[in-house]
């Protein structure tokens, strides 16, 4: 039985559709807003917390260039993990507006305080 999101029609929409019409170009807002619901249910929901990181993958991977190039360790593996981390604990009531340009500059910076050996808790 395949995953899916229950729109507001009770149909769902698999995961991976989801998932590809959120990153596409051309509706900042709503995409905006379908990964607010993902970021409203990620503290107690596995799936809408996975839903949310493969949206936010895109982003990982511009940390992992980024930062691989400068020779850092991990760099996937530590990206990954401070995203999934934001999006379980994202202040989705206090910040409901511009989620993912909130969320992957603050975990860039937790990114790159973590690959230079501190501890940044943003």
Not at 26 to 45: M, N, Q, R, T
Not at 63 to 81: D, I, N, P, Q, R
Request: glycine content about 8%.
């Amino acid at each position: 039985m395949g995953h899916g999101v229950t729109s507001g029609a009770d149909h769902k929409v698999p995961a991976g559709v989801l998932v590809d019409w959120v990153n596409e170009r051309g509706h900042i807002e709503e995409s905006d807003a379908v990964l607010l619901v993902l970021l409203h249910l990620a503290p107690f929901d596995d799936f809408a917390a996975r839903t949310a990181l493969q949206a936010m993958m895109p982003a990982v991977k511009r940390m992992t260039a980024k930062f691989s190039t400068c020779g850092a360790w991990c760099a996937e593996e530590t990206a990954a993990v401070i995203v999934w981390e934001r999006i379980r604990g994202y202040p989705a009531a206090r910040r409901p507006w511009k989620v993912s340009s909130n969320l992957a500059p603050a975990a860039e910076l937790q990114v790159l305080d973590v690959l230079q050996g501190g501890v940044r808790h943003l």
